[in-house]
């Protein structure tokens, strides 16, 4: 099991982080002219504009003819370093921060000042509020194992010990919580290492909640919530060898 005792937040010298995503489901859909006026209201804050979408190939094999149906489509908004993102879908806004990632209070200003200039409230109700952290954590080689990860994550895999350390692995952990209405999905592999000498493990911390206030500042209460959960989670998973990693 893993635990969520509440641990003291660090902010540490390197933090481990390559992705934050915060992501707000919305109860009504946009057309596309309304995504494109959308986009255009955030366009000095993200350069560059660029439609992106997912395509289905349909083979109809008596008629020996294939057909791309468009399955949906999206504006994606960065910034000209390509670090901030901005995804917005017909029922979607997705912010996105890319490594280095500073604070969560220069992430989060970035999203309330989209939500104010987008006029996203009151006309538009958010049914479901996501936040996702994704982590690398870059470990000492060790011979053919993954630098005997247990050392590093409190959580894993319970195997017996006739079985030897492994090369590689993954886990993925469900569960709801009581004391945020949410619930979390937990996830960590062996990653392509990008730092010599060294074996990179992830960590992917997902947190969804489906009830969402009406009230605006009641769901951005939520929103910080959620982030403090993140957090505790995070300082529960990880063990002090991992943090001497991240204040180097």
């Not at 893993?2 to 859909?29: N, Q, R, W």
């Not at 209070?105 to 000042?113: A, N, V, W």
Request: charged content about 25%; overall charge negative.
């Amino acid at each position: 099991m893993l635990e969520t005792e509440s641990k003291p937040v660090t902010c540490y010298k390197a933090p481990p982080i390559t992705e934050a995503v915060v992501e707000m489901h919305f109860g009504d859909v946009l057309s596309e002219s309304a995504r494109k006026r959308t986009s255009g209201k955030v366009a000095r804050f993200y350069p560059t504009e660029v439609q992106e979408g997912l395509i289905n190939l349909q083979l109809n094999p008596a008629a020996r003819k294939a057909e791309f149906i468009d399955e949906d489509k999206w504006l994606k908004r960065a910034t000209e370093d390509q670090t901030e993102i901005l995804l917005i879908k017909s029922n979607v806004l997705t912010w996105s921060q890319l490594a280095p990632y500073a604070t969560w209070d220069q992430f989060s200003e970035r999203i309330r000042r989209d939500i104010d200039v987008i006029a996203v409230r009151p006309r538009r109700i958010v049914t479901r509020i996501g936040m996702r952290y994704i982590n690398r954590i870059d470990i000492p080689a060790s011979g053919d194992s993954v630098g005997q990860y247990e050392g590093y994550l409190q959580g894993g895999i319970s195997m017996p010990p006739i079985i030897p350390p492994p090369s590689a692995y993954t886990w993925h952990y469900e569960t709801r919580h009581e004391d945020v209405p949410c619930r979390s999905v937990i996830k960590s592999a062996t990653v392509i290492p990008i730092v010599p000498n060294t074996n990179a493990i992830m960590l992917d911390i997902d947190l969804i909640a489906d009830v969402v206030p009406a009230r605006f500042e009641e769901m951005w209460e939520l929103l910080q919530q959620l982030r403090h959960l993140k957090n505790t989670l995070f300082e529960s998973i990880i063990t002090d060898k991992a943090r001497e990693i991240f204040s180097s």
